[in-house]
């Protein structure tokens, strides 16, 4: 078995951590929570919320990274401490969730950059991102840093200039409880990269003393920059215009200043990109752990010797998600997303709970994301459970072939 190289130090982690968090979702995610959240009091609870859910699942995996620092992230916790068919469930969920999450990406960068072909360009973005990724760790990390870099640009430019007009106060006033719980599961899904650094534990320099600080780090600004972002469109907007727009932040400039418009599209493009240039590594390297354990096809588990990447394992995860844009659409990949990932996560805290009966916020996360997940609209929660289903039975089917093989 080839391994990885640790050449991944805290500063490049914590801007893997930021580009996976700070992207499509922080330009599209606030119409549609707000929405299902009837006011701006019920959105803020909900970021709350989410954001509460992520520092549970975020030590969680802090905690978990630590003891065991290698490629596969929550794969290898389930395994190491629930049993095999955790894991595997794990790996499963983090696969075809993550898919959903890149073809979603895909399709943001196509959509703002030239939308009369969005799923030609979309798969485009997803070959240009593999090449990237095949040339290692240190060059992911390098472009995160200059993708995160013009992503945090626009969104000071957008935070800046929306305090310089006067507020806007056409609000919805009707506080929908359940709601709220259906707004914070949108609004995970643009926390859902913390934890990247899990998968990419095996290439980690000092993954003891590194992965522990870096993923906290990267969520708490993470939650502060959301938080900046979400009361400068409530002041812009109001709740009723923010809760109609499908693309909140480009309202917000076109409120404010439409020459800022393009420059907004622009950025909703450069944050899709990094977050799929994460996603891309860490289904890579989810794969690549499991290919290892003869759940998926062996082929998999070939890591290049020239750049210490797995390979085999990067590209079938980019031919996956180019099958889903070729399938879906970007709303209905978010909540199928967001349903997967959240029992992932569940799996993550379940994994952790066994490491200190005594400790409470394992139990929190677990519980919220569960409470989160069945939160979300009926058709995103019944499409991930048959998909998890699917899972079962390729898991049984596996199983046998493991136990009769010579």
């Not at 998926?296 to 031919?319: C, D, H, I, N």
């Not at 998909?387 to 093989?405: D, E, N």
């Amino acid at each position: 078995m080839t391994p990885l190289r640790r050449e991944l130090g805290l500063p490049g982690a914590i801007a893997i951590g930021l580009a996976a968090m700070i992207g499509a979702g922080a330009f599209t995610v606030w119409g549609p929570a707000t929405a299902a959240a009837g006011s701006a009091t019920g959105l803020l609870a909900a970021l709350g919320i989410a954001a509460a859910v992520a520092y549970a699942n975020a030590d969680s995996s802090a905690r978990l990274a630590a003891l065991y620092p290698q490629s596969g992230g929550t794969y290898v916790y389930g395994t190491r401490r629930l049993g095999p068919f955790p894991g595997f469930l794990a790996g499963w969920a983090f696969l075809t969730g993550k898919s959903a999450s890149a073809a979603a990406m895909a399709l943001t960068v196509s959509t703002y950059l030239w939308p009369e072909y969005d799923k030609p360009i979309a798969v485009l973005a997803v070959l240009v991102l593999l090449a990237v990724n095949l040339l290692g760790i240190k060059k992911t990390a390098a472009a995160a840093v200059v993708f995160l870099a013009v992503t945090l640009a626009v969104l000071a430019a957008i935070v800046f200039t929306g305090w310089t007009v006067p507020g806007y106060r056409d609000n919805l006033t009707d506080t929908d409880p359940w709601g709220v719980l259906t707004a914070a599961g949108l609004i995970f899904f643009a926390f859902a990269g913390y934890a990247r650094l899990a998968t990419l534990g095996e290439e980690v320099k000092r993954p003891q003393w590194t992965i522990p600080r870096a993923i906290p780090i990267a969520l708490l600004m993470t939650v502060a920059i959301y938080l900046l972002i979400a009361a400068t469109a409530l002041h812009v907007l109001g709740s009723r215009a923010l809760s109609q727009s499908p693309t909140a932040l480009a309202a917000v400039a076109a409120a404010v200043n439409p020459a800022l418009t393009p420059i907004i599209a622009l950025g909703a493009a450069v944050a899709a990109t990094g977050v799929l240039l994460s996603l891309l590594a860490g289904m890579g390297r989810t794969a690549l752990a499991m290919a290892r354990d003869g759940w998926l096809p062996k082929a998999f588990s070939r890591v290049s010797q020239r750049f210490a990447v797995p390979w085999a394992a990067e590209a079938a995860a980019s031919a996956t998600a180019v099958a889903v844009i070729a399938a879906f659409d970007m709303v209905g990949a978010i909540g199928f997303s967001s349903f997967c990932v959240l029992v992932y996560y569940a799996i993550t805290n379940a994994s952790a709970s066994t490491l200190d009966r005594k400790r409470i916020t394992p139990y929190l996360g677990a519980a919220g994301c569960l409470v989160v997940a069945a939160s979300l609209p009926p058709a995103s929660a019944l499409s991930g459970l048959a998909v998890l289903l699917l899972g079962v039975g390729v898991y049984a089917l596996r199983s046998r072939s493991r136990t009769v093989a010579p």
